[in-house]
């Protein structure tokens, strides 16, 4: 199957600070990029849905100042946590697929921990 | 509003044994319906796909059946190994992916 590769896979930063997530699809060319959110024990709930060339979309509730996405490429798309707090910390997954009503191919996850 | 739902929450069966995850949706429009296994702290791993218009699909000692009209998929494993321990996850996708809660397995030796 397709590979998705996220990095780094664990990170810890202090408060204030922003972290950039990497979400690369490494064999395919993913027009549109899928960022979750997972809390222990939960489910994943979507933050928002990347298209490459234009603005990030995102659900409801969820800061886009805060969480910013950029999908510069074909292969990559990031999400900058800015300002981040201990309440961000969590598991974030990003997603792709081609085309859009095929297969989902997930990176592994990074977990981001906020001290 | 897509709600997916997962029965049982959590599921312990001695190896060997053969064993059913149920997945139910309520909005049957659906493009397709994917099963996933995620191993804690780790990513989703596709187990298989199927589309609207598929019944079933294997992979393996995996079996996933879909009623699209019911609104009901059931994942069947077979032979159960303690290596087959995780969480599952099925999604349904109309304009995006929607997860239910997952099921999480323990196979124990």
């Known amino acids: 199957g397709a590979v998705v590769s996220q990095h780094p896979s664990r990170v810890i930063c202090k408060s204030g600070t922003s972290v950039k997530i990497e979400c690369r699809s490494l064999d395919f060319q993913a027009t549109t990029m899928f960022w979750y959110r997972q809390f222990p024990k939960q489910s994943l709930m979507l933050m928002a849905t990347?298209?490459?060339?234009?603005?990030?979309?995102?659900e409801q509730g969820v800061e886009k100042d805060k969480f910013l996405i950029n999908h510069a490429s074909l292969t990559l798309s990031t999400l900058t946590v800015t300002s981040a707090h201990p309440e961000d910390s969590s598991f974030y997954i990003c997603?792709?697929?081609?085309?859009?009503?095929?297969?989902?191919?997930f990176g592994q996850g990074t977990r981001l921990t906020v001290v | 509003k897509q709600e997916v739902t997962q029965i049982p929450a959590a599921l312990s069966v001695p190896e060997g044994e053969n064993l059913v995850l149920n997945c139910s949706f309520t909005d049957s429009a659906i493009y397709n319906l994917q099963w996933f296994r995620q191993d804690p702290g780790k990513g989703l791993t596709s187990l298989l796909l199927?589309?609207?218009?598929?019944r079933e699909q294997t992979s393996g000692r995996l079996n996933a059946s879909l009623d699209k009209s019911s609104g009901r998929s059931t994942l069947y494993i077979a032979a159960s190994q303690p290596g087959d321990s995780a969480t599952y996850l099925c999604a349904v996708r109309i304009s995006r992916l929607t997860f239910g809660e997952g099921t999480q397995l323990t196979v124990n030796p």
């Open positions: 997603s792709a697929s081609e085309p859009l009503d095929t297969e989902a191919f």
């Open positions: 990347s298209n490459e060339g234009s603005k990030a979309t995102y």
């Open positions: 199927i589309q609207s218009s598929q």
